[in-house]
């Protein structure tokens, strides 16, 4: 079974346990997490993580995280050309994820103004989720 955006993309196995070692987290993780996480499935080196990781990006069902050094697994169906904002919650690390095509047309406006080439667009928003933000004695993540 394919994961993430592009359908069409079929995955090995251990492109699978990446992805899915990724998707049960729920929130962005490191490549050595990643590591700790498939280990027990037989994936331990380092290059096969890397591998798996940047052919996942390239498939669309993956988003690096450039503020963590981390990764997370895609979890909206969104458009190619996208321009992709995650909400990272600097309390409990969840991630939660959004495309508008009208924070695209702003960036691509600007870019084009500046003769700038874009090859992807990850827009970074950190803060508190709603969990997070409960008063004291109220549920939290």
């Known amino acids: 079974m ?3 955006r592009d359908r069409t993309t079929k995955l090995s196995k251990n492109h ?3 992805f899915d070692a990724l998707s049960e987290a729920g929130r962005p993780m490191s490549a050595y997490e990643l590591i700790d996480a498939v280990r027990p499935a037989g994936i331990s080196a380092p290059p096969t993580v890397y591998r ?3 052919k996942l990006i390239d498939a669309g069902a993956v988003h690096r995280v450039e503020s963590r050094n981390a990764f997370v697994a895609c979890n909206r169906s969104h458009s190619g050309g996208a321009t992709v904002v995650l909400m990272l919650c600097n309390e409990c690390g969840k991630a939660d994820e959004f495309a508008d095509p009208d924070i695209g ?3 691509e406006r600007q870019a084009a103004s500046r003769q700038f080439a874009i090859s992807t667009t990850v827009l970074e928003v950190q803060g508190l989720c709603a969990n997070c933000q409960s008063p ?3 549920a939290a993540c």
């Open 2 to 4: 394919a994961a993430g």
């Open 136 to 138: 004291p004695g109220k």
């Open 16 to 18: 699978q346990l990446v």
């Open 105 to 107: 047309a702003i960036v």
């Open 52 to 54: 798996a990781l940047t």
